[in-house]
């Protein structure tokens, strides 16, 4: 299988990084062609005296800063991607598949086979994250500040330890903080020669313009239902209907669907956001449903918390000394480096909430999504089609304009949570604003 199978419906994306990935691999070998050739070339042999100047392989166009005539070379390889597309297109999938066919040392290259079998070491160990030299970076926190950043710089600089290149992955791209992204901007702007930057982010917008500006963009759409529905079936072993539902109601994130099709708790979570539009008849029922939907995304951050704060924190009171069955007290001086492990978990549990609210208001926009279909005729297949009884009661007492108001509501509930408004105030606010129409 390779590597280019898992990113799903982007055939001009995946064409283009294959043809990038094949013009670095003619470069590495050029490069390694040469140095052998220098190598067994000095003074004494049959080739020549030790005073001749030795052929040296030349740099793929393209692999330097990206100027505009690097654009419009014969390689299409250069030092730094941004991938950009809607949630679930496959951003990081897509990064990291071009990240593997960077690595690749299939010995089928050399009889003309593409870069990004699947099966080789560089292949398989890129794609799983244990590469020595595929450096991939996510984040459960709300930013990505300038420490980490600093020291995502200080390992672009260094040599490949055993691969081809030194690719860095950069996942949340959109999450850096200005100071990060201007930490950021020199190692893109000068790169290390063997050094490749894969920057993902939902916009060109969401990156700094002189980051997005030396990078090569690749846009993302969201995948066709069918093709989703078909990895899912695929790759995950999910019953056909089972993928096609949750290929449909999730409208094509691969991510989203793949949980939905997994997780009996998340899909118990969207049949109860299904149910709010059929509760907010009165003030009582709006300010109840807020609080539950707050109480639900307050419940999943709390299971994180569970099944990852109790090892963080063992592990680094271990490191510190304050093991289990050491008596417990933390040595002398130790006190700030859990404080500083607690207000990363505390903000990542921030992060955790917002993102399951978050959630939840892109599955109520999809209800009210359906809601406006039936009402303007559209011959669209219905999201939701478990919930048409709801769909239709809810069309037929209103009309569009008041389903567009209700669908500008939930917009603005995640906007006002993106500006950090008390999470259950914006909410309340929506919910309100559902009622009223």
Known sequence: MAVWDDVVGQDRVTAQLAAAARDADAFITAEHAGA????????????????????QPQPAPGLGSVSSADRGSASQMTHAWLFTGPPGSGRSTAARAFAAALQCVSPDRALGGAPGCGFCDGCHTSLVGTHADVEIVRTDL?????????????????????????VIVLEDADRL??????????????????????????????VLPTIRSRCRHLSLRTPPVSAVADVLVRRDGIEPEAAARAARATQGHIGRARRLATDER???????????????????????????LIDAAGEDAKQVAEDVDTKETEELRA???????????????????????????KRRSTRT???????????????????????????????????????????TASSPERTLRR?????????????????????EAMTAALRAG
């Open 353 to 395: 909430q917002r993102d399951s609210l978050d959630l939840a208001l892109v599955d109520l926009t999809g209800f009210y999504r359906d809601v406006l279909a039936l009402q303007m005729g559209a011959s669209v297949p219905l999201a939701n089609d478990e919930v048409r009884d709801s769909i239709h009661r809810i069309a």
């Open 142 to 166: 709300l930013s990505i500040g300038v420490k980490e950043t600093r020291d995502l710089v200080r390992r672009s600089s260094l040599s490949p330890a055993g691969g081809r290149w030194q």
């Open 177 to 206: 903080t200005e100071g990060a992204g201007n930490v950021l901007l020199k190692a893109v702007e000068e790169p290390a020669p063997r050094t490749v930057w894969l920057l993902c982010a939902p916009s060109v917008e969401d």
């Open 36 to 55: 052998g050739a220098g190598a067994g070339t000095g003074a004494g042999t049959e080739a020549g005296p030790a005073d001749q100047p030795q052929p």
């Open 319 to 345: 490191a510190l000394g304050a093991a289990a069955g050491t008596g417990g007290r933390l040595p002398r001086g130790t006190a700030g480096a859990m404080k500083e492990l607690q207000d990363k978990q």
């Open 266 to 292: 998340a899909r118990a979570r969207r049949t109860a956001v299904l149910k709010l539009p059929l509760r907010v008849d009165d003030i009582g029922g709006c300010l109840k449903a807020a609080q539950e």
């Open 407 to 427: 669908i500008e509501a939930v917009i603005a509930c995640r906007e006002a949570l993106d500006r950090n408004v008390a999470p259950l105030l914006a909410v």
